[in-house]
């Protein structure tokens, strides 16, 4: 069965410390979405990339956040500093590209920063 | 920019019972897309709709896409202890036709009591 992998599941980090979050497409996708999941703000789009090419990072605060992706295979999600502001669930999702696309959502990786 | 508004926030029923969601749009949509959170998981793709005044059912939950593409409904029937979790609909603007133009709703948490 086809996934979007994301690693880590979970991460603690005190404040102030970097937290890089990875994402393994599904094969033959060519869209890559960052969202971020809050109880107050619901799903927020941080960023896309289409064919590895970042299309809108709007939505991501840019002192600090930074996304790449340096091959297909692997899409980052960068924060330094953290900030506690930024505990959330973070996730990776990935499309075929196509017109009306749908998402595949991986796990998420929940973010605790004391 | 494009917002989506969902109603109720919550709602809690009793086993047996049916459940509805509402989601409506500030602008026309191109398409509608529905997914499906399980507590302590991540949104799982549904359904999508496409046609003014579609409807699509899936067993027990029926789909609507309003005559004018600017609202949406799901609908469950009879609802069992497994429908439990957030629905968050998804539309999707004419600006383009990839899930860039996804914007999703916050949600409707649907709580179930035996």
């Known amino acids: 069965d086809a996934r979007v992998t994301q690693t880590p599941r979970h991460k603690v980090t005190e404040m102030g410390q970097e937290v890089t979050m990875r994402c393994q497409p599904i094969?033959?996708?060519?869209?890559v979405f960052w969202y971020r999941q809050t109880m107050m703000q619901g799903l927020e789009l941080l960023a896309y990339f289409r064919n590895r090419a970042p299309l809108d990072d709007s939505g991501m605060p840019k002192d600090r956040f930074s996304a790449e992706m340096p091959d297909a295979t692997l899409a980052t999600l960068k924060i330094q500093p953290s900030e506690p502001r930024d505990s959330a669930v973070y996730f990776c999702a990935s499309g075929s590209g196509r017109i009306n696309e749908k998402l595949f959502f991986g796990s998420g990786t929940q973010l605790s920063v004391l | 920019g494009q917002q989506v508004m969902q109603i109720p926030q919550y709602q809690h029923v009793q086993e047996g019972e049916d459940f509805t969601t509402y989601c409506n749009s500030s602008t026309t949509l191109s398409n509608i897309q529905w997914y499906k959170q399980r507590p302590g998981g991540h949104p799982v793709f549904l359904i999508q709709l496409v046609k003014s005044g579609e409807v699509k059912k899936q067993k027990r939950l029926t789909f609507q896409f309003g005559e004018a593409k600017k609202n949406s409904s799901l609908h469950i029937t009879a609802t069992q202890t497994t429908d439990v979790g957030t629905y968050f609909c998804?539309?999707?603007?004419?600006?383009?036709?990839?899930?860039?133009?996804?914007?999703f709703g916050k949600g409707t948490h649907l709580i179930i009591q035996p």
């Open positions: 094969l033959g996708h060519n869209t």
């Open positions: 998804a539309g999707l603007g004419y600006s383009g036709g990839g899930a860039d133009g996804l914007t």
